[in-house]
């Protein structure tokens, strides 16, 4: 025997172990190979088995050619990591326990002190207590940007700037950003590009290939695998997806150094919802649209905004890059948000939300149950944002009942709390 090889096994015991209680750990049946279904199977391990020193010695960690310790990949989290490659256009993906893990990731790995991140004002907000909290520590400086104006961004870019954060739309208000002109202002100025994508999903618009020619694309992708990819509202998962071998691998040191694992069972759910993701898209789009025209129709309502409804901010961008697919309808995601009219005060938009039966108060989205969240938008904004209709912003995330039951649900709750509006 040549246990100089990586590819000899260590010889098993020719007796089997004399104790029940070792032979109920070292149990010499295998089964067979060749197995095949439709779901992968779920491998769950901190510790991965080395058939031999050598082979402990050679393998390399930082890519798929083999298994090293649970935390740098099994064969369930290659699978996933490979199809959200392909399905965001994508070359490498990494899996992280959160979408704000995802985030966290990414700025740890790209981030130094002395260095400057750009934040959009409608950003995700965990991702801007990030930066005003633990980024801050560790002497990394946050400007704000406006997301609807270029130039703005633009003049903002100093050479400490080191990452652009890009959210298309911006959480709660939905205001949709020229994300091509974003992207080529980084791209003139040397910088790095991160796309927080939960929205578009990998299904609305290609992060990667914004003109459809190849030419044009974000860095860095994370998405909030929470939301439509686990569909479910019982998953927490994150991705980063990249085309550059180097940035990748920059991203996946911090990674194992800050040891950003994911359960397999975990894994397994969203292997499992990934085929049905873009069927569940379109419905929960469908019946996002068909609610929010109906909602902009109700006299509390000052303001809808989804980036589908002609005039909401920046829908001529929405259209621009997501408005072709679907026989010229477009894709997005199941999200809008109203602003009820300034005359209504807090506890009458409160009452309202209490009101509904059907939708759920409750964060995060893409779940088969509609959700309600009110919010307190001046406390969000570092800039007055004067594209908005004074009022209090409610969100509402679209689930999978019929659109006839939740259109009613909404009429009702806006007669019990506006009564005639
Ligand atoms: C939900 C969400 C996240 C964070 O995802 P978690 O898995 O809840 O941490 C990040 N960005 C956006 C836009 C989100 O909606």
Sequence with gaps: MNASSPDTPRPEGAEPPHHLTTRLVHHAYQAPAGFMAPQPAVHKASTVIFPNVAAMRAREWKDKTSYTYGLHGTPTTYQLEERLATLEGGLQCLLVPSGLAAIANVALALLRTGDEVLIPDNAYGPSKALAEAELLHYGI??????????????????????????????SVTMEFPDLAEQVRICRARGVTCALDNTWGAGLAFAPFDLLGDGTLGVDVSVHALTKYPSGGGDVLMG????????????????HMRLGLGVGANDVE??????????????????????????????????????????????????????????????????????????????????????????????????????????YDLPGMRTRSAGHLRPGTVVRFSIGLEAVEDLRADLEQALQSAFGGH
Excluded: N
Excluded at 147 to 169: C, F, G, K, N
Excluded at 247 to 254: E, F, N, S, Y
Excluded at 298 to 326: D, F, M, N, T, Y
């Design 141 to 170: 400086r946050h400007v704000i940007y406006d997301p609807l104006d270029p130039a703005d961004l633009a003049a903002r870019i100093t050479p400490a700037t080191r990452l652009v954060w890009l959210e298309a739309p911006g």
């Design 269 to 374: 759910s969203v292997l499992r919802s990934l085929p049905s993701m873009a069927l569940r898209y379109r419905a929960h789009d469908r019946a996002a649209r068909d609610l929010a025209r109906w909602m902009a129709r109700q006299p509390a309502v000052a303001q809808v905004l989804h980036p589908a409804l002609q005039g909401s901010p920046g829908h001529e961008h929405w259209r621009a890059l997501c408005g072709a697919g679907e026989g010229g309808e477009g894709a997005a995601a199941g999200l809008f948000s109203v602003v009820i009219d300034a005359r209504h005060g807090q506890q009458a938009v409160d009452a309202f939300c209490d009101s509904l039966r059907y939708f759920k108060l409750g964060y995060s989205w893409g779940g088969p149950m509609s959700l309600v969240v009110p």
């Design 239 to 254: 991705s980063i997806t990249t085309r550059d071998q180097g940035l990748h691998l920059r991203i996946k040191l911090a």
